[in-house]
């Protein structure tokens, strides 16, 4: 993998990009905050994830607040001001918060929201809920009860909540959870939607099945993650290999196109799931910021293109 100087010194000239992003920003979206998700860098405080992450061209940062995240939810009330003062001290933005709620009465949950909403950070995404496969009826409709709860506390405190879409979990097929989601009070629908992840719903239903998945999600899209696979076979079996964006299956092209169809304002969360080789933890860090910047080129590359952006 090249070094983060040759992928700084590609960005730096192609200047055009940080234009496409300004251009994007006040053309398509009210602020579109291409943001680093923040768990691939967690050595890094506040001030360290805005300093470099701003050279390579991101506009904010998705934050981790949640158990062995940036933040941990026990202390949310000291460590979160103190986080996103230090990013937006920098030059970024926090649009987002990456959680592990689940439902509205768990300790942690008005905490989070309540400073969240202190911040002006607009979105968070909650947490999972698994399927045990024992009765996914039943399983569905406690997830569903569970996620009404959370709702209710995002409305209350006006932070959007953006259900993440991830293959192998309730909700991974968009079509299982849209009809509790559908079934919110009809003043929750501007708070509560979807954090639409194509690489999953790829996973889950291949071309037509994330297609189907997006039109079904595009009139509540609140946050968008970015992150590509492809399908290995190793010893007989097959397995999701997470790689470099553009490498694998997800068909860029086409959903930057819905998804400028759409309409869409809300922030992007660009993942780097796929291993990052280095010696060191310095090493591995120079790396990552090496492979967020090339990963960062090709969506603004993308988004431009569907936007019909100069």
Request: a neutral charge; hydrophobic letters at 45%; one cysteine or more.
């Amino acid at each position: 993998m090249p070094t983060r100087r040759e992928f700084v010194g590609t960005v730096a000239a192609a200047g055009a990009y940080a234009a496409v992003s300004s251009t994007f920003a006040k053309a398509a979206v009210d602020k579109p905050a291409i943001c680093f998700f923040s768990k691939h860098l967690p050595d890094l405080d506040g001030r360290g994830l805005a300093r470099a992450l701003k050279p390579l061209g991101f506009g904010g940062v998705d934050l981790t607040v949640r158990p062995k995240g940036h933040v941990e939810p026990a202390r949310v009330r000291e460590l979160l001001p103190v986080f996103v003062n230090g990013i937006r001290e920098e030059g970024l933005e926090v649009p987002m918060i990456t959680t592990d709620l689940h439902a509205g009465d768990e300790p942690a949950a008005a905490a989070t929201l309540e400073t969240a909403a202190a911040l002006k950070i607009p979105f968070f995404k909650p947490g999972y809920y698994y399927y045990a496969f024992v009765d996914v009826r039943k399983e569905l409709a406690d997830a569903a009860a569970k996620i009404r709860s959370l709702a209710a506390l995002s409305v209350k405190h006006r932070v959007r909540l953006g259900f993440h879409n991830h293959a192998g979990y309730v909700g991974g097929g968009v079509w299982d959870i849209a009809p509790a989601i559908d079934a919110l009070d009809r003043e929750w629908r501007d708070w509560v939607g979807y954090y639409f992840d194509v690489r999953h719903a790829v996973v889950e239903g291949g071309d037509g099945g994330w297609r189907s998945a997006f039109n079904l999600a595009a009139p509540r899209l609140q946050m968008i993650a970015l992150k590509d696979f492809y399908w290995e076979k190793n010893a007989g079996t097959w397995r999701q290999q997470n790689c470099p964006m553009g490498e694998g299956m997800v068909p860029w092209k086409p959903f930057f196109a819905a998804l400028a169809k759409s309409g869409f304002n809300g922030p992007v969360s660009l993942h780097l799931e796929y291993a990052i080789p280095g010696a060191t933890p310095a090493a591995v860090q120079e790396n990552t910021l090496a492979a967020a910047a090339r990963d960062l080129a090709f969506v603004k590359k993308g988004l431009a293109e569907a936007y019909s952006l100069p």
